[in-house]
């Protein structure tokens, strides 16, 4: 069975830093491009970043390019998002995808995790 589980969420204050972990299991995803996504209550789900299998090119959402960074460790079957200067806005459950043709198109990513809530104080 496959699984993408998500962890690393949890409340910080604006301007604080959290990293979230996305670890694969059941299949190896070392050939996959994999991505992180958010969705705010009321509101689409967001691409956030995604990375190429190899992990030498990386993609950022406009409103998150510059304070976040996406990694991978494919030895691990593992991705990881940096956050850094986080703002109230960036507050939503964070997910984790896996297996697309696509790097910022949601609807093509076949595996994802269940979320992580990332909430920011203002």
């Known amino acids: 069975q496959v699984q993408l589980v998500e962890s690393g969420g949890g409340l910080v204050q604006a301007g604080g830093s959290l990293r979230l972990s996305c670890a694969a299991s059941g299949r190896a995803f070392s050939s996959d491009i994999m991505g992180w996504f958010r969705q705010a209550p009321g509101r689409e789900r967001e691409f956030v970043a995604a990375?190429?299998?190899?992990?030498?090119?990386?993609y950022y959402g406009y409103s998150v390019e510059g304070r976040f960074t996406i990694s991978r460790d494919n030895a691990l079957n593992t991705m990881y998002l940096q956050m850094n200067s986080l703002k109230p806005d960036d507050a939503a459950v964070y997910y984790c995808?896996?297996?697309?043709?696509?790097?910022?198109?949601?609807?093509?990513?076949?595996?994802w995790g269940q979320g992580t809530q990332v909430t920011v104080s203002s």
């Open positions: 995808a896996a297996d697309s043709v696509s790097y910022r198109n949601p609807a093509l990513y076949n595996y």
């Open positions: 990375i190429s299998s190899s992990g030498h090119f990386t």
